[in-house]
């Protein structure tokens, strides 16, 4: 039924159990999940994990918080490492004006090597902003005029107005398990009326567990709750939610293939 546009299966609170979170997520009717790189040394894992599985993807890219970290990370590197056949995406990558790890020129920098590397492969972008709404659509916007490329604003937390530019840019937002918290109203208004046929969900994991399992890891069998959530704030059946989120993950994603 379902499918996790991002997690992150080789970090600390799913790692030690993968086996165990990958058929937890298929017996909750998980079918397929992207398992996202941050930083050049996951590269290798991420694909790995992949490569052993028919229904797990993988993305090349460095986080925002890693960019000072990874000066050489070009999009001649991004491009050579997503030839991979599991590498469906580039990514994450954006900027993170929250934290400040890295600095921000860096970020903005590592950002445009990482579209250019979309738009020269041909695969989405997956984008992390926060705190950063006014750069982030700048950035985005000046690139797309360079030439076309494709993407997703993970994880999507930003305001109204930053959910249309990107729509605008012909780009999908991906829900989060945010949007079931008592404190994301302004979110849970925007989820609402978002396009179905740009919509994907997510769970992040290990990260933003939703309710009803706040406190604990999350893992991708967590993004079923939010489709429940999402799919009743919307007025809609969770099977029509979790079918028409998952053709756009497939028309996104289209190096991907269903099983």
Same mark, same amino acid.
Request: net charge negative.
């Given at each position: 039924m379902f499918v996790d546009s991002h997690c992150h299966l080789n970090y600390k609170g799913l790692i030690e159990d993968q086996a165990g979170v990958i058929a937890r997520a298929a017996a909750a009717g998980v079918i397929g999940m992207l398992n996202i790189s941050t930083r050049e040394s996951e590269w290798d894992d991420v694909v790995h994990v992949a490569a052993r599985s028919q229904n797990i993807w993988a993305?090349? *890219?460095?986080?925002p918080h890693e960019a000072d970290t990874h000066p050489d990370v070009d999009t001649v590197k991004l491009v050579a490492a997503? /030839?991979?056949?599991?590498?469906? /995406?580039?990514?994450?990558?954006?900027?993170?004006?929250?934290?400040d790890h890295s600095d921000r020129a860096r970020q903005? /920098?590592?950002?445009?090597?990482? =579209? %250019?590397? %979309?738009?020269?492969? *041909?695969?989405?972008? =997956?984008?992390? @902003?926060?705190?950063?709404? %006014?750069?982030?659509?700048? =950035?985005? %916007?000046?690139?797309? *005029?360079?030439?076309?490329?494709?993407?997703?604003?993970?994880?999507? @937390? /930003?305001?109204?107005?930053?959910a249309e530019t990107a729509l605008d840019l012909g780009l999908y937002i991906s829900i989060s398990g945010i949007v079931t918290f008592k404190n994301a109203k302004d979110l849970q208004e925007t989820a609402a009326v978002l396009p179905e046929s740009r919509l994907l969900i997510e769970t992040d994991s290990p990260f933003l567990a939703p309710v009803p399992h706040r406190g604990r890891p999350c893992e991708p069998a967590y993004v079923a709750d939010t489709a429940r959530f999402l799919a009743e704030l919307r007025g809609v059946s969770v099977d029509v939610l979790a079918s028409r989120t998952r053709d756009n993950f497939f028309n996104l994603f289209a190096k991907a293939m269903p099983a």
């Open positions: 993305s090349i *890219g460095i986080h997503s /030839a991979h056949p599991k590498v469906v /995406a580039i990514g994450e990558t954006g900027l993170d004006y929250y934290y903005r /920098a590592s950002f445009r090597s990482h =579209i %250019a590397a %979309a738009r020269e492969t *041909g695969l989405p972008l =997956i984008v992390h @902003t926060r705190d950063a709404e %006014a750069d982030t659509a700048e =950035i985005l %916007a000046e690139e797309m *005029g360079k030439g076309q490329y494709s993407g997703v604003i993970h994880c999507f @937390t /930003a305001s109204r107005q930053f």
